[in-house]
């Protein structure tokens, strides 16, 4: 991760990324997460439920803004009426679509490391919240701020239990948890790097009780390194788990890799390694796995991407991961890497896909001149050619989020609503509060960390500024 990480909307952060659940939607089967990041298990970022379209989605107007005093950098999700969302104060939020707030329960903080030269404060919650069925209730599941795993009563708050990952500040939860077959799937890694990189981990935990029932990691002992700081994504039809690794700290095989594990074992069945790029800082997988599907000579190819920070999206067969990708995209080109404009930015946004004939949606990075611009490209999922590309105001952090017609992201100081057909930005929505965020440590602007959210007639976002924002037309 090195210097070039900031931290992921996973939540996320970041992150991560979707026929496909929206995050509103009922269960698809038994122990199948009812909401969760980027929409579904799959990852894809695709929700279905939304009322807001290309033809409306230009009149959007905040329709109310929960203000607060710390980071978000989750995304929102929304179930049974209830929007469920952290801070960086260690807070998991519930509140009503309306606005209303139901409950706050706190869930921990990892301070700042003695020592920890990036300017970044205490981190709270930066995973995104997994709401679904466990031991007979409904409940939220989310990574706390002190590397502890927790259940909560989805009505109430209450704590149901707590399970520890990690020793705080060191190990981070900066990954959202993933709901399959009654366990839950959870990454760890470092506090940026601070005051070193941990042993990266998967967990598989008992959902109702919070047990532990196996560890993943790569490194198995051998070399300190291989942060999951994204996502874990599943394949119900075949029955995986894909997870990607950073923190390539000692030109170990494992590191800066994309897995395919057996859930239940957590074996691996295949995996990949980022080739060495000289104009790349380091070349961590930020970004969660994506599957989706493609025409292929008349048969239906199943894949899985992810962008690196190398500034490069990989496609894989599913079946054969080992043997590298079928196709790539630059979305950070060789004088970006190597210019200074976006150094401190990343190519860490999970992408979305709106499902079979659909391209799939990714962010990436170009520089003009001393400005650091995000980019979108909509895909061919079978030969990853461009259909169109577009530059917005600012990095995109958080991952991508698509609805029918429309494509959604946070582009620094604004969310910016896109068609999905053309690339032309419909909507734009520029950050309320003025002045600059000292907090995020870069000196800039407040910033759009967190992905959005489609669901219902509205669009849902959080803020560094703290404020969690409703848009409707």
């Known amino acids: 991760m090195r210097r070039r990480r900031l931290p992921p909307s996973m939540g996320c952060l970041v992150l991560v990324a979707v026929a496909l659940a929206a995050c509103s939607s009922p269960p698809t089967a038994a122990n199948e997460p009812v909401a969760t990041y980027n929409s579904n298990n799959a990852r894809t970022g695709f929700m279905t439920d939304s009322s807001i379209n290309p033809a409306n989605v230009a009149t959007l107007k905040q329709r109310w803004a929960i203000p607060g005093s710390a980071t978000i950098s989750a995304q929102p999700v929304i179930a049974a009426g209830k929007v469920y969302w952290g801070d960086w104060n260690g807070i998991e939020h519930a509140t009503s679509t309306s606005g209303k707030a139901l409950w706050a329960t706190s869930v921990g903080r990892a301070p700042k490391p003695p020592g920890c030269p990036f300017p970044l404060g205490d981190l709270g919650v930066t995973s995104s919240a997994t709401v679904g069925q466990g ?106 788990l894909y997870v990607t690794t950073g923190n390539d700290v000692c030109d170990s095989p494992v590191q800066n890799s994309i897995f395919k594990l057996d859930p239940t074992t957590l074996a691996v069945e295949s995996s990949w390694q980022t080739p060495k790029n000289p104009l790349s800082i380091d070349a961590d997988f930020g970004a969660t796995p994506t599957l989706f599907t493609a025409t292929v000579a008349g048969s239906t190819r199943q894949l899985v991407g992810a962008e690196a920070k190398d500034g490069v999206f990989y496609a894989f067969d599913r079946n054969a991961i080992a043997s590298g990708p079928v196709w790539t995209h630059v979305v950070e080109d060789d004088p970006t890497l190597a210019g200074h404009a976006c150094e401190d930015k990343n190519t860490i946004s999970s992408a979305a896909w709106g499902g079979p004939g659909a391209p799939i949606t990714v962010a990436g990075l170009t520089s003009s001149g001393p400005s650091c611009l995000g980019t979108l490209a909509a895909l061919d999922p079978a030969t990853g050619a461009s259909e169109w590309q577009v530059s917005l105001q600012g990095p995109i952090l958080g991952s991508v989020t698509a609805a029918p017609g429309l494509v959604a992201v946070g582009a620094a100081a604004y969310l910016d609503v896109v068609s999905a057909s053309t690339g032309a930005v419909l909507f734009s929505f520029p950050e309320p509060q003025s002045g600059t965020n000292t907090g995020n440590g870069y000196g800039q602007p407040y910033w759009f960390w967190a992905p959005p959210t489609f669901a219902g007639d509205t669009l849902y976002i959080g803020n560094q500024d703290g404020s969690l924002r409703a848009l409707t037309p």
């Open 135 to 240: 031991n007979g209730q409904t409940t939220v599941w989310v990574g706390g701020g002190g590397g502890t795993l927790y259940a909560l009563n989805a009505s109430t708050g209450v704590i149901l239990w707590r399970t520890k990952l990690g020793s705080p500040p060191e190990n981070v939860l900066w990954s959202s948890p993933a709901l399959y077959n009654g366990s839950i799937y959870e990454g760890v890694a470092s506090w940026n790097d601070c005051p070193g990189v941990v042993y990266g981990k998967v967990f598989r935990v008992n959902a109702a009780t919070g047990a532990i029932q196996g560890v993943f990691s790569p490194e198995k002992g051998r070399c300190v390194g291989g942060g999951i700081w994204s996502s874990p994504t599943i394949d119900a039809a075949e029955n995986a």
